[in-house]
């Protein structure tokens, strides 16, 4: 009997965590110089703003630079927040600046402003040459869970 109750509670308790949302990977590719379309994957952070961005259908924004290592875009949408200070920034990182600002970062940097994580993208030596000087059209392609 006891046996069955340890199995009963032990099924019971991991129930939540079969039911927990996932956080998709999504794919973002950025569209060359010379047209061509390039494909890089992310990781979404498991918070309530990547789910939030993951429910935009096939989102593409015109991204700007901004001090020669990142690129943002304000969302049609605010997110939910959940800021924290994030002093050391790393190459890949996607991240929220207020409630509507997308910022994508193609070198590490050094912060002193808060941000919410969204992901993280782990092909970083090919962003810098992807998303050059200028603006560039970035668009996030989120898998549907089967």
Known sequence: MKKWLALLLACMLLVPLCAAESVPEVT??????????????????????ARALALMEDAVFLMADL????????????????????????????????????????????SAYNYTRIGHIAQVEQLASLLGSGDVNVRFLFEKAE
Do not use: H, M, W
């Open 28 to 49: 973002v590719s950025f569209r060359a110089e010379n047209g061509a379309e390039v494909c890089l994957t992310a990781v979404l952070a498991d918070n309530d703003t």
């Open 67 to 110: 001090n020669g290592n990142e690129k943002f875009a304000y969302l049609p949408a605010p997110l939910a927040e959940n800021a924290e200070p994030i002093e050391q920034i790393r190459a890949g990182d996607i991240l929220l600046f207020g409630s509507k600002c997308l910022v994508i970062f193609y070198q590490d940097a050094v």
